[in-house]
C-alpha cells in the first residue's frame, strides 16, 4: 500500500456494491443503488490532507458525516486515486468537479442520485458519484487517463491504488 499525503488534494475512490440497496442519503432522502461499480469524487483540504480522508473511507468506520460515508458502509473499496493541490495547475473549477463531470458524460454511465456529494458543488455537476457501466470490465488504468486528461495533468501526477 502507497504512504498517503497529509497534503491536501482530490481524490476518487472506486466503490463495489454486490447487493442492492436503498440507502437514507442524508437531506437528499433515500435512493436506490444497483449492485456494480461507482465512483465518487472529493477533495481533503482539512487537518491531516488526503491521508486523513482516505484513511476514514478506506476503514468505512464512524459516523456518518457526508454523503459517502453511507453507501460506503455498505459498498467495498476496489481502487482510489489522488492529485494532490501542488501538483496540479490552478483551475477555476475544482477538480473533483472536472473528474465527476467528465465521468458523467461517458457513454453508459448514470448518476443514481443527483446531488450525492455535491451539496457545496457551484459548478453544477449533478452529482460526485457516477454509476459506472456493468457491461464492462473495471479497468483503473483506462479511467486514469480521463481523470489527467480531465485536469490537463500528466498522467503520473495521478497516484492509483488498486488491489489492497
Known amino acids: 500500500m502507497i504512504e498517503l499525503p497529509v497534503d491536501p488534494g482530490s ?3 472506486f466503490l463495489n456494491l454486490t447487493s442492492p440497496q436503498t440507502l437514507q442519503i442524508g437531506r437528499l432522502g433515500s435512493g436506490f443503488f444497483s449492485p456494480g461499480n461507482y465512483v465518487y469524487f472529493g477533495s481533503a483540504r482539512g487537518p491531516g490532507g488526503l491521508r486523513s480522508r482516505l484513511e476514514r473511507h478506506l476503514r ?3 459516523k456518518p458525516h457526508w454523503h459517502i460515508d453511507t453507501l460506503r458502509a455498505v459498498a467495498e473499496v476496489i481502487g ?3 492529485i494532490t493541490d501542488d501538483r496540479i495547475i490552478s ?14 458524460n461517458l457513454p453508459r454511465t448514470s448518476c443514481p442520485l443527483g446531488g450525492f456529494g455535491a451539496s457545496d458543488c457551484r459548478a453544477g455537476c449533478p452529482a460526485h458519484l457516477i454509476a459506472l457501466s456493468q457491461d464492462e470490465d473495471f479497468e483503473l488504468s483506462r479511467y486514469g487517463v480521463l481523470l489527467a486528461d480531465a485536469i490537463h495533468a500528466p498522467s503520473q ?3 492509483f491504488q488498486m488491489n489492497f
Not at 483551475?91 to 458523467?104: G, M, N, R, V
Open 11 to 13: 481524490y476518487a475512490l
Open 60 to 62: 468505512g468506520d464512524g
Open 80 to 82: 482510489y486515486c489522488f
Open 91 to 104: 483551475h477555476e473549477i475544482p477538480i473533483e468537479c472536472l473528474w465527476s463531470q467528465a465521468f458523467a
Open 157 to 159: 501526477a495521478i497516484i
